[in-house]
């Protein structure tokens, strides 16, 4: 389970506002299927929220405990029915990494090639 510092849980807090749930649990609880389709969610959207239906208050918690030591994840915020769940998805922080590394094009004119130059050259 991953744990965050009272900044980043007030960051994703304020990101997860706007979301709507993405997976429900309901009476059957929290099955093979369902924690497939939520660790689903999380390698696509990173931050979901979960809502549940029909489960008692003291089984939330616990609830919530599986998910995130099953699935390597974080618990956000837990509000009545609806979980809060991060996890960084790494494979897409490699393929930001790999477009940020690619070099600036070349410039096309002179003037272009110029400045570009003169941004090299350290200042005297």
Partial sequence: MIE????QRRALRATAHHLQPVVSISQKGLSPAVLKEVDAS???HELIKVKLHGIERDERNALMTE??????????????NILVLWRENLEKEAATTQKTRRKA????????AAAALEKRRPSR
């Fill in 42 to 44: 999380l390698n696509s």
């Fill in 105 to 112: 094009p070349a410039p096309r004119t002179k003037k272009e």
């Fill in 4 to 7: 965050l510092s009272p900044i």
């Fill in 67 to 80: 998910i995130c030591t099953a699935l390597n994840c974080a618990s956000v915020q837990h509000i009545g």
